[in-house]
């Protein structure tokens, strides 16, 4: 037995296929002696799961479970998190983070299903994900044991874990000369590792993997048209469709348009900074159109609040708190103000930008009549009054610095 695991028990590994999880099923069973269940969800990374089921038994896995999330993901997650608008230091779109308590929610079930005494996962503990794991874990069950490899092993990084997948006969798509990190999922591909560490190096296009180069893209525009329902989108171009049916063609053509590519350094939660090259063309896309929609639907206030909870959302998403109390009370907040969050949105996309160019909603606060320059339901001479008002305390502050005294006391 160590760390409370008995030989022979079933440990439940958040498995991917790719290297770090491959080498984790060998390791697993040579450490602690126990059977590994490799748990796969398809979130719409776009790779042959029957393949990844057979490289997780080729590489000792006793089961493989695979489930497909891809409804559950958007509809639970990453459409929430769009209608909330949160973006993390206001550019990341979250596409790694918001899918971390999904798999953590269904490796719980899966390991109360097995009987399991513990879970395991192939974050590093460099990393955010082991924070978001675990803490998935904790707030669904607590008992339940957590094995973190990478912080335990004697392997120090990508190469010495290439060479020991080399050793174990295990096939890996990673190798010294590409040995990026890259994590996809129907909202986003992420790239981490090798030369994108050094920030003070462009990156390399042979990092990209899924939308064309914007200098390459199109030369004639495309204009799509976005459709919502209380915040949600709902249609594409007048036709409605299921959530991952959108999602898939919003994908395809920002991707074609070279939409949504970001490379940042950002702030991790472990006390580090790290950079990191993503690709979110369809993410892209949602979000100019659902925030253009706020444009219309919210009045000032409101608006201003949703976009400093949404900056909180976007942190507690982040730090993997998405199962937490105040994660919970915010989303009151955001179904409240998505409740007149419907209309459509028009886009143009073209060579790697999206710009909003026509919105409407039932629900507009937009007034033409009291907008327009060209007579309406408004007397100009109100303004002088609020003018007076509203610059009153300015005012003040000369006449006070006129008689030779300080605002400032």
Known sequence: MTNGVHAGDQVVLAYSGGLDTSIIIPWLKETYGVQVVAFCADLGQGEDLSQVHHKALQSGASDVVIRDLREEFLSDFAFP????????????????SIARPLIAKHLVEVARERGASAVSHGATGKGNDQVRFELGVMALAPDLKVIA???????TGRVEAMEY????????????????????????VSHEGGVLEDPALATPKDVYTW???????????????????QG????????????????????RRGAAHGIGRVTMVENRLVGMKSRGVYETPGGTILYAARAALDSIVLDRETKAFKEVAGLRLARLIYDGLWFSALREALMGFFEETNRTASGAVELTLYKGNVQVHALSSPYSLYSQDLASFDGGDYDHKDAAGFIRLFGLPLAVRHRLQAEGLSSRG
């Open 149 to 155: 490899p990478w912080r335990e092993w004697d392997i």
């Open 81 to 96: 998190m769009l209608a909330a608008g949160a973006v993390y230091e206001g550019v990341y779109l979250l596409g790694t």
């Open 232 to 251: 949600r989108p709902v249609g594409l171009n007048g036709e409605a469709m299921p959530a991952v049916a959108l999602m898939e063609a919003v994908n």
């Open 165 to 188: 997948a080399a050793h174990h006969g295990i096939a890996v798509t990673a190798t010294k000369a590409s040995p990026y990190s890259r994590d996809q999922n129907l909202w986003h």
């Open 211 to 229: 939308t064309v180069d914007p200098q390459v893209a199109p030369d004639e525009p495309e204009t799509l048209r976005i459709d919502f329902v």
